[in-house]
């Protein structure tokens, strides 16, 4: 495994998608 490499691009997409509902039930964000 790549040490620079932390999330896989799974994670990565799924931590993403998270922050995208998030910032959709805070717009004041």
């Known amino acids: 495994m790549n ?3 932390k999330f ?3 994670v ?3 931590a993403v998608r ?3 509902e ?3 039930e ?3 964000l």
């Open 12 to 14: 990565r997409e799924r």
């Open 22 to 24: 998030h910032r959709g």
């Open 3 to 5: 040490k620079s490499n």
């Open 8 to 10: 896989s691009p799974e």
């Open 18 to 20: 998270m922050v995208q």
């Open 26 to 28: 805070y717009p004041s």
